[in-house]
C-alpha cells in the first residue's frame, strides 16, 4: 500500500521558535496533501489542503502566516509553525493523495508530537 | 457542524468479545469511512462505506449504514488485544469537497 512518512516523529522547543515538520509520499506522486492537528482524545481537525505547485487552502480559523505550508515537489509537503507558542502543542498529522486514487482515499502519516515549552 | 460523532466515547472490553461502536452524523453523505488510531500514531483505514450500501465485511469487522438515521456501527467480532486502539468515522458529504471531516472516536481496551 501507500506509504507516508512524516519527520520528526517528536520535536521539543523552545517557544518562539519555528519548526519544520516534513510528510513525503514514499512510493507514490502526491497531488494533494492535507495537514490537520489532534489535541489528546480529540478529533482531527482538517488545517489545510495543498495541491502540489499551488498555495495552501487554510479551513476558517486557521492562520496561514502562522502555518506556513510548502508543497513544491510531488513527493514532500512541509509545514513550518511559526513563531510557536504552549498553545502550539498538538499532534500534526498528515496525509497524502495520489495521482490516479479515488477521491475517497488518502493515505496518513504517523504524526509528529509537537511540544511547545 | 458536520462532524460525525461516535458512541461510546470509550469501551472497555475482554479479549474474545465483541465490540460495537457507533457513528452519527448530521447530513447527507457520499460515504462514510472508518479508520484506526494506535496511541500517538497516524491513522489507519478500516473499511469505507458507501451511501448506497447497508452493510460490509472486511476480516473480522462489520459495518453497517442506515442513511434514514444518519448512522453506522463498526464491530468488531471476537476481539484482541490488538485491536485496542481509537477508532474513528469520517464523512463525505454530499455537495462537498470530498475531504472526509472526522468524529471525536472511540477509545478501545481490549483486555487479554
Known amino acids: 500500500g501507500a506509504v507516508v512518512s512524516q519527520h520528526p516523529s517528536r520535536v521539543i522547543c523552545k517557544s518562539g521558535t519555528s519548526v519544520k515538520i516534513e510528510c513525503r509520499s514514499l512510493d507514490f506522486q502526491a497531488t494533494t496533501m492535507f495537514w490537520y492537528r489532534q489535541f489528546p482524545k480529540q478529533s482531527l481537525m482538517l488545517m489545510a489542503t495543498s495541491n502540489e505547485g499551488s498555495k495552501a487552502t487554510y479551513e476558517q480559523g486557521v492562520e496561514k502566516d502562522k502555518f506556513l505550508i510548502n508543497h513544491a515537489s510531488l513527493t514532500l509537503s512541509t509545514l513550518t509553525v511559526t513563531s510557536a507558542h504552549p498553545e502550539d502543542s498538538s499532534f500534526y498529522i498528515c496525509s497524502a493523495r495520489g495521482q490516479g486514487m479515488s477521491y475517497n482515499e488518502q493515505f496518513f502519516g504517523p504524526g509528529t508530537r509537537l511540544t511547545v515549552l | 457542524s458536520q462532524q460525525g460523532e461516535e458512541d461510546p466515547q470509550a469501551l472497555s472490553i475482554q479479549e474474545g468479545e465483541n465490540a460495537t461502536m457507533n457513528c452519527s452524523y448530521k447530513t447527507s453523505i457520499n460515504n462514510l469511512q472508518w479508520y484506526r488510531q494506535n496511541s500517538g500514531r497516524g491513522l489507519v483505514h478500516l473499511i469505507l462505506i458507501r451511501s448506497n450500501e447497508r452493510e460490509k465485511h472486511s476480516g473480522r469487522l462489520r459495518v453497517t449504514l442506515d442513511t434514514s438515521k444518519k448512522s453506522s456501527s463498526l464491530l468488531i467480532t471476537a476481539s484482541r488485544a490488538a485491536d485496542t486502539a481509537s477508532y474513528f468515522c469520517?464523512?463525505?458529504?454530499?455537495?462537498?469537497?470530498?475531504?472526509?471531516?472526522f468524529g471525536r472516536g472511540t477509545s478501545l481496551i481490549v483486555h487479554p
Open positions: 469520517a464523512t463525505s458529504y454530499s455537495g462537498g469537497s470530498y475531504i472526509p471531516t
